[in-house]
C-alpha cells in the first residue's frame, strides 16, 4: 500500500468551495449536507459524499471552534511526563476526558513556575476548555491562577495551602502513612524509624507516623527521623545514620519508595534481613517496588485516579453540570502488602 | 492570595468589543494596537493596553488559527503513554518542537488500530501542523496513512516495511543486538543463548545476535534460542527452558530488558552467580536496569532522542526548510556495560 504524495505547500486545506466544485453544486449546498439540518436529494447527498470522499476534505475545526467557543482540548501542565506519576496522571486525565471527545493538551514545566506561567498563558490563547495544574505539586503555596481569573475551570493536584479558588484533588497522604506505620507496629516491631522527605516536603506523610507512634502509645523519637531528598542514594545515606543507633531501628517507614529502596540497598549490605531484622514499608508503588527482592510493601499513591479524577471535576465544569464553590476530592492511597514489611 | 471568582458561564469570552468600550476608542483602535501595524497615539495606545489588562483579555487562538491555517500544535500518538518509552519518547519531541512555540497534542490508542485511525481524524480535524505516530511500532505492516495524504507532514517510529511516504525515525537494533552479543562472547563464553521477542517481533535484534555469532565463528544453535512475550514472567519460562539444557548456556542475551530480569530471577533461583555463571544482556535500559542486583547490562533504546529526532524532522518540513522525498533517520543503540554481563 502507497501512500498518495502530499502537496509541496503542507498549509493547502481542501475547502468547502473546492467540494462544491467538485460536487457540481453550490457551497451552500455542501454546507447543508455537512450540517444535515436542511433536506438535501439523495443523488446530490451521494455527489457531495463522493467529492469530500476523493479530494480528502475536513471540516475546520478553527471555524467550528470559533461558532462553538469550545476548542475541545483540555491542557495538562506536568512537571516531567517522563516521570511515571505524571504519566500515570495524564494518561488518567486523557481517559476520563476523552470519552467525552476532549483531547489532552500536554506542557511539561520542569517545575519552573515562569515555565508554568508561559504554558498557562499558551494554553488560554488556544482556548483550552479546560486545566490541569500538576506542574509545581511541591510548592503550591507560590502558586499563581491571575492569568486564568477570566478563562476556563482549573483544577490543580496537591494539598491547597492558600485556599486558591479552583478545584483541587489531593490524597490522603496522612492517612496512608498512619496505615503504614501501624502495619510496621503490628508486626510487634518496638523501634520504629522514619526516612523523612526534605524538611519542606512530605509533611502530611510525617504527621501520619506521628499519629501511628501516639496511638500505639509510643513517644515519637527525634533520633529515629532522618531527612532525605526522595532519591535512592539519600535513602542509603539517610539509612546509614539510623543503622548506626544502638538500639538500631527494627523497622524504618519511607517517605517514598526510591528511599526505602536505598534503605534497602543498605540492610542488604549489612548482611542483614529484610523484614526479619529490619522491616521496610514505602510510600508511592513505584514499578521500582515490584522489582526489588524483597518486593516492597508500600502505599498506593493513585496518579492514575488522581488524573481521573481531574477530569472527572473539568467535566462536570466544561458541561455545565456544576457551577458551585470550588471542591477538594481526597483521594485514598491503600497499603499495599508485599514481602518486606 | 486570592483569585476571583470566575463567571458562571465558563465559556464566555473578553472580545476586543469589550475592550474596546472599556477603552473607549473603536475595534478597529483595539486590532491595530495588537497587531502593532498602524501607528496609533500613545495615550490611546496605553488605554487600551489597560484595558486588555484589566479585562484578562486574550487573542482569540481559533481566530488566528483561521487567518494563519496553523494551530501551532502537533500530535504524537502513543499505545500508551504510562510506559516509559512513550513518555521519554512523548518528551523528546515536546522539548524539540517546544523551542519553536509548538504545542504537544497526546493520545493513547492502546495499540488499537481503530482508536489510531480515530485519533488520526480527530487531529487532522484540529489542524495539527505535524503528526507523530508512535502507536504501532510493533504492527507498522497494518499502518494505512490514507487520512493524511492531504494533510501535515508525518513522522513515523519504527521500520519501514511498507515503504509508506513518510518521514521515520528508527534504531539501528540489529547493531546493539550485535555489539551485546559480541560483548558476551568477548568475556570467553561458548554457549550464548538468546531469549527473543515473539516469531513476529523484535527481528532486527535476533539478526544481529546472530551476526555476532558467525563473525566469531561460532554455529547458531536453534535450542539456544527461545522466544518469549516481551514481559518478565516469559523471560522466567523461557530460562527454565535454556537452563535445563546439558551443557547449560554460560551467557543470554534477552531481546529486552524485562525478560532478562525474569532471566535474572531464574539464575538467583538456581543459586547461580551472575555473571560469573550465567553472563547477562538485556535491550532497552529501562530505570529497572539499574534497581536490579547485580545491575543489568543492557543496550540503551534512545527513547528521548527518537522523540526529538521526530520532532527535528516535522520541523523543517512544518517551517518549509525541506519538501523533498521521504526520509528515515536511524539512531545507534549504545550498549550500556554494567554488572550482569
Redesign the interface.
Known sequence: ???????????S??TIGDVARHAGVSPTTVSHVLSGKRLVGSATRERVAEAIEE??Y??????R??RT?????VAVLVP???N?FY??L??GL??AV?GSEY??????TDGSLERERMFL???????ADGIVMASSANMPKER??????????VVCIGEDY?????DFVTTADRVGARAATAHLLARGTTRVAMIQGPPDGGVQRTLGYVDALNAAGHEPDPALQVHGDWTRPSGREAMRTLMAQRPRPDAVFCANDLMA?GAMDVI?ELRLRVPDDVALVGFDDV??AT???PALTTVRNPA?DIGHEAGQLLLS??R?EY?GPSRTVSLKCPLVERESG
Chains 1, 2 share one sequence.
Open positions: 500500500m502507497s501512500v498518495q504524495q502530499r502537496p509541496p505547500e503542507s498549509g486545506r481542501v479530494l480528502g475536513r471540516p475546520n475545526s478553527a471555524a471552534q470559533l467557543k469550545r476548542s475541545c482540548a516531567d511526563l517522563t511515571p504519566s500515570a495524564t494518561r486523557a481517559d476523552g483531547g489532552t493538551y500536554v506542557c511539561n498563558h499558551d494554553v488560554l490563547d488556544r482556548g499563581d491562577l491571575t492569568p486564568t481569573r477570566f478563562g476556563p475551570p492558600l485556599e486558591l479558588d479552583a529502596i542488604h514499578d521500582a522489582i526489588v527482592t492514575y465544569r466544561m455545565g457551577s
